[in-house]
């Protein structure tokens, strides 16, 4: 991404040609994402959208163009160099999470919008797939959506028993 919040445009680096396919050929393009289902405008929760403003003001130009994440000296973070500039398997280690890899985050974060009732469609559109494939990944049951699914329908049931309970025959 590129920008601030609010006025954010979604800028991809990608390697050059047709289907943003073949060598690198040394340089990185950006342009838009890959597909009109990548174009979106995502809600985050509140707690990343503090640590995104943070972030903002302390590490990234004011410029409408600037890049929201860069590397030391400021340049653009390629997947050779990133582990080793953002210090990935340290950081990951020091939070207990040793073997974390960093799209696991993309995992971690539609398997809480999925958790938190999130349809199909909604996830399509908040991972900006335009298919249902990549979208029932994160659907997979979890034993705690299990318990809150089970205790919403204890509530029904007991509610409803009480408003027959409550009726004369």
């Known amino acids: 991404m590129a920008g601030r919040p609010g006025r954010c445009r979604p800028k991809v680096a990608s390697r050059p040609g047709p289907g943003r396919r073949g060598p690198l050929a040394g340089r990185l393009e950006f342009g838009p994402p ?24 302390e ?74 494939r990549a979208a029932l990944i994160y659907q997979h049951a979890t034993s705690e959506r299990d318990r809150e699914i089970a205790s919403a329908m204890d509530r029904r049931i007991v509610r409803q028993a009480r408003r027959k309970g409550g009726q004369s025959s």
């Open 34 to 57: 890959k597909s009109a289902a990548g174009v979106r405008v995502v809600a985050l929760p509140a707690a990343a959208v503090e640590a995104l403003r943070e972030h903002l003001a």
């Open 59 to 132: 590490f990234t130009a004011a410029d409408a163009d600037a890049l929201v994440f860069t590397g030391d000296k400021g340049a653009l973070l390629r997947s050779g160099n990133f582990g080793r500039a953002v210090k990935w398997t340290r950081t990951v280690a020091a939070l207990g999470l040793p073997g974390f890899h960093f799209h696991d985050l993309r995992h971690t974060g539609n398997t809480l919008a999925a958790a938190s009732g999130a349809s199909t469609r909604e996830l399509m559109h908040r991972m900006g797939h335009a298919s249902m």
